[in-house]
Nanobody, 115 residues
Framework: QVQLVESGGGLVQAGGSLRLSCAASGGIFSIMGWYRQAPGKQRELVAT???????NYADSVKGRFTISRDNTKNTVYLQMNSLKPEDTAVYHCNARLRINNNDYWGQGTQVTVSS
């Protein structure tokens, strides 16, 4: 059974930093990543990373966020620096199971950036 457990969200002032973690279990995952959904908006890509550490970022977070992963722990991280109020959203972890290419989602963690 695949399970994704996120942690690290919270409230921070603009310009501050937060680090999100997502521990996955139940298989080997090819691509892992983070998506976010702000109130009234569609879920959008934040960043993804392959097992080989190839990364992809949304333009809005390039230079401020860094995604990384530890394959031995099946864990993906998102270091968020220079946070802006527009980064406020529920952040969801995503992981693609290598054996069948199915995508799995975490429950989400709230990030709130105050101005």
């Amino acid at each position: 059974q695949v399970q994704l457990v996120e942690s690290g969200g919270g409230l921070v002032q603009a310009g501050g930093s937060l680090r999100l973690s997502c521990a996955a279990s139940g298989g080997i995952f090819s691509i892992m990543g983070w998506y976010r959904q702000a109130p009234g908006k569609q879920r959008e890509l934040v960043a993804t990373i392959t097992r080989g550490a190839t990364t992809n970022y949304a333009d809005s977070v390039k230079g401020r966020f860094t995604i990384s992963r530890d394959n031995t722990k099946n864990t993906v991280y998102l270091q968020m620096n220079s946070l802006k109020p527009e980064d406020t959203a529920v952040y969801h972890c995503n992981a693609r199971l290598r054996i069948n290419n199915n995508d799995y989602w975490g429950q989400g963690t709230q990030v709130t950036v105050s101005s």
